[in-house]
């Protein structure tokens, strides 16, 4: 089963990043099975299922570091390998789960990281390179940590640099991969809050059914490698879904003060 989240019609290429009954085996086994994925312009679209369910591996396929066995990814239309792995680079950016460095870098070499794509082997950072990184350090809050040292950071702050670094690379897509695992309450909020709020088509990966209601557009639900479910998270987040899914019985109720379509999810013991 596939889903496409772009539900008008369009003639030609549809622009953006498009995966099309794309599968992958690892293993052994199909860990993506056959997934259609077309993230509306401008949207949040979050990946949701439980572990294995395939949701690193998509990211990693939308990405072009996996190539996928079976269907194709492409951006405005055409595939990752006639657009270029630089080129690529230049309007997809990553954000994984862990990032983790030996060297001696401060915050502003990180994030400087960004500009690879767009700059020549050995060649000086130009102007605007150098403006792409100061923007990217005031849009996430870091203009006062440039010169701290990477390893001085807490969790949340090196997740906010790594969001820093991928916006330096002025992209117009964003794939996270699970950038609120092992956060506190408040950086989760902080974080989310940031990416939902930025002028970019965005594709996360999550675990958190409430976190996932509260900022993303649009909802992706895989379930053993295959697409099980799409839509708002009204549509897609209901306690039939959450026990076939996740195999666990949940409460779904409409927040009133969530904003419209945002269901709130308590789950139940036993």
């Known amino acids: ?70 269907g194709v ?45 767009h700059r020549r082997a050995w060649s000086a950072p130009t102007p605007h390179d150098e403006r792409a990184v100061r923007e990217a350090l005031a849009r996430t809050g870091l203009t006062e940590r440039a010169a701290q040292g990477w390893h001085t950071l807490s969790g949340g702050e090196r997740q906010r640099v790594q969001l820093a670094r991928a916006l330096a690379q002025e992209p117009r897509e964003l794939l996270l991969d699970e950038p609120t695992n092992h956060l506190d309450i408040q950086h989760q909020l902080d974080l989310l809050s940031l990416v939902a709020e930025l002028p970019l088509t965005s594709v996360i990966a999550l675990h958190d059914l409430n976190l996932a209601a509260m900022f993303c557009d649009h909802l992706l639900i895989l379930k053993e490698g295959m697409a099980y479910a799409a839509g708002t998270p009204a549509e897609v987040i209901t306690e039939k879904l959450i026990a076939e899914v996740y195999g666990v019985r949940a409460v779904v109720t409409q927040e009133a003060d969530a904003g419209a379509g945002r269901p709130s999810v308590r789950f139940l013991r036993g």
């Open 1 to 70: 089963m596939t889903y496409d989240l772009v539900r008008t019609e369009r003639a030609g290429p549809r622009p953006g990043v498009r995966a099309e009954r794309v599968s992958r085996e690892a293993g052994g086994r199909l860990v993506v099975d056959g997934v259609s994925l077309a993230p509306p312009d401008g949207a949040t679209v979050g990946l949701l299922g439980p572990n294995g369910s395939g949701k690193s591996t998509l990211l990693r396929i939308l990405a072009g570091v996996l190539a996928p066995a079976s």
């Open 73 to 117: 990814v492409t951006l405005d239309g055409r595939t990752l390998a006639d657009t270029g792995r630089r080129a690529v680079a230049r309007r997809i950016a990553v954000v994984e789960q862990h990032a983790t460095t030996q060297v001696e870098l401060t915050v502003r070499d990180v994030v400087r990281l960004g500009r690879i794509p």
